[in-house]
């Protein structure tokens, strides 16, 4: 059950890649934050690199005008993956990252409400079956070829990033000490404009209805997929098996449907049944159901950040 030490290591409770370090990881605590700084929080595969690609859209005229040939991991590279060893204190203002992080290992001076989060989510099934198809395609993760046994390791937690479950209920549990926007994966798949402008509206940036609409345009999935830049396919050998996949590879909501048996998706609903009495939040199964708010625990003045829960 015990995830492998080749590709993973333990920090304070949480599961990291190998290609960082404990130091580096140790390091991020102290890290100094400017006010103008943005990050990018998510458990992996809940629209990380889309939402990049959106922040970059928003924030660099060159990028929306394709103007500037620059890879999208230089223009919001990875906090705690620093793989291209960039100086984060030589960035240009405002500087944004990305990071898989849980909310206690974030540089301390978040909590001081400097500096902006954007924290997306995604339904976990979704997760789940995105994750095990893209542990196939990046060399650096643990490939697990029997799903059930993927599954099991998921819900137990024994994976990179941990807990699914805790990541969210770390974040939507401490909404106050942030300055924090949440996002859904399965809102902004159903009116990216609206996204694109709540973005806009937390980091105080004006765009014109012209710039609106280009950032939409060409952050659609299906736009990104085709874009090099956007779809990190030029991420080196070591890293990706460009003969296995993609690293953007459908983006659609409900595809755990696809490959989950009844079965499975039944002890899936056992777990998360269970852990969801904890969790403030709605999960959007599929785009056609209806929704039903299983909890709300955030204040009345938070309850903008919950999203829907499917019952099956």
């Keep these: 059950m015990e995830p492998s030490k080749e590709f993973v290591f333990k920090y304070k409770g949480f599961y990291f890649g190998v290609n960082t370090s404990v130091e580096h990881v140790a390091s991020l605590e102290n890290f100094e ?73 974030l540089p301390r001076d978040l909590r001081n409400k400097k500096g902006r989060i954007i924290y997306v989510t995604r339904n976990p099934k979704d997760v789940l079956v995105s994750y095990y198809h893209f542990s196939k395609f990046i060399i650096t993760l643990e490939e697990v070829p029997d799903f059930n046994i993927f599954m099991e390791r998921f819900l137990a937690g024994k994976v990179l990033a941990s807990s699914w479950f805790d990541h969210v209920a770390g974040w939507y549990g401490h909404v106050e000490d942030f300055n924090i926007l949440f996002l859904t994966y399965e809102d902004m798949k159903k009116d990216l404009r609206s996204a ?105 003045t938070s309850l903008l950040f919950s999203f829907s829960i499917h019952l099956l």
Aim: charged share 30%; proline share 5%; net charge negative.
């Design 33 to 105: 934050i400017k006010d103008s700084d943005i990050f990018i929080a998510t458990y992996p595969k809940s629209g990380t690199v889309w939402t990049q690609n959106i922040l970059s859209l928003i924030l660099h005229e060159g990028h929306r005008n394709g103007t500037e040939d620059m890879e999208l991991m230089d223009r919001i590279p990875w906090l705690e993956y620093n793989i291209k060893n960039i100086d984060f204190t030589s960035l240009p203002v405002p500087r944004a990252f990305a990071t898989h992080l849980p909310y206690y290992l």
């Design 196 to 300: 694109v402008l709540k973005i806009c509206n937390f980091l105080g940036k004006k765009l014109s209805e012209e710039e609106i609409e280009s950032v939409v345009r060409q952050a659609t999935f299906e736009n990104m997929k085709k874009d090099p830049r956007a779809n990190y396919e030029n991420l080196p050998d070591d890293i990706a098996d460009k003969n296995k996949g993609r690293f953007l590879r459908k983006g659609t909501v409900g595809d755990w449907k696809n490959m989950m048996t009844v079965a499975q998706s039944e002890r899936f609903d056992e777990v998360l049944n269970e852990k969801i009495k904890t969790l403030p939040i709605k999960i959007t199964w599929d785009m056609n159901s209806e929704t039903h708010q299983l909890h709300s625990l955030l204040p009345k």
